[in-house]
C-alpha cells in the first residue's frame, strides 16, 4: 500500500494540472479566434474603402469631361489644341488641356503621355501646314483623315454629349482595377442609358495613390 501511495500522488497530481490547463488552453484559442475576426472585419473594412476610392477614380475625368463639353461659360481646354510655331506651322499644345487633369488629382502622368501618343498622326500631319491656313479655315473636313477628333468629342466618339455616366461593371485583375462605365442622358424626369458604347477604365497604384491609367473605348450593340 505504501509502495502505491506515490504512484497516486503522481496521477493526481498530473489530473490537477491537466484541469487547470485546460480552460487556459481554451482561453488563448477564443482570444485567437477574436483576433481573426477582428483581421478578417479590418480586411473587409479595407476592400470596401478601396472600392470606394476606384468608384471615384474610375468616374472622374467623364465627370469632368462631360461637364466641361456642355458649358457655356467655361472656356478651359477640354483637348489638345494647336498655336502657331515657330516656323509658321502649326503646332500641338497640350498643356492647357494637361492642367485641367493635373486638378483633379486622380489622372496619372501614364493616360497623359498615352493622349500625346493617340495624337501622334495628327501632329504630325499638322506641323506641316501653315498656321495662316488652318487658323483661316472654317472647313474642319480639311483634316480629318489624320484628325478625327477635330468633328466630334475624342472621348465619347460622338458629337453628342452625354448628361453623365455609371458604372455597370468592377473587376480587379492582379494589381489592376478594370471599371466599365455607361453613358445616360436625363429628359423629363426620365434617364436614357445608352449602349452605343462602352469606356473601360483601368486603375492603378502610382506611387502608392489609386490613379486613372487608361480608358478604352468598346463598342457596344
Known amino acids: 500500500m505504501m509502495k502505491k501511495l506515490p504512484l497516486l500522488i503522481l496521477i493526481a497530481g498530473m489530473l490537477f494540472f491537466l484541469g ?13 479566434m477574436l483576433k481573426s475576426d477582428k483581421t478578417s472585419l479590418n ?3 479595407n476592400k470596401e474603402e478601396e472600392k470606394e476610392i476606384i468608384k471615384k477614380v474610375s468616374t472622374s475625368f467623364y465627370d469632368w469631361y462631360l461637364k466641361r463639353i ?3 461659360d467655361d472656356t478651359t ?18 498643356e492647357p488641356y494637361f492642367k485641367q487633369l493635373r486638378k483633379l488629382k486622380t489622372i496619372s502622368r501614364k493616360f497623359m503621355d498615352r493622349e500625346v501618343e493617340i495624337a501622334k498622326c495628327c501632329i504630325i500631319h499638322m506641323e506641316n ?19 478625327s477628333e477635330f468633328l466630334s468629342y475624342y472621348w465619347i466618339r460622338s458629337q453628342e454629349p452625354y448628361d453623365g455616366v455609371e458604372i455597370i461593371e468592377m473587376t480587379k485583375k492582379g ?47
Open 129 to 147: 501646314v501653315d498656321w495662316e491656313d488652318y487658323e483661316s479655315t472654317t472647313n474642319a473636313f480639311r483634316y480629318i483623315d489624320f484628325c
Open 43 to 45: 480586411q473587409k473594412k
Open 175 to 221: 494589381n489592376a482595377w478594370f471599371t466599365t462605365l455607361q453613358f445616360y442622358t436625363d429628359y423629363e424626369n426620365k434617364r436614357t442609358r445608352w449602349n452605343y458604347i462602352y469606356p473601360i477604365v483601368k486603375v492603378e497604384k502610382e506611387n502608392g495613390k489609386w490613379l486613372m491609367t487608361e480608358i478604352t473605348l468598346k463598342d457596344g450593340e
Open 77 to 94: 481646354a477640354y483637348r489638345y489644341f494647336f498655336v502657331k510655331g515657330e516656323n509658321g506651322k502649326c503646332k500641338a499644345n497640350f
Open 20 to 32: 487547470i490547463s485546460k480552460p487556459k488552453a481554451q482561453e488563448l484559442t477564443a482570444g485567437n
Open 70 to 72: 456642355t458649358a457655356t
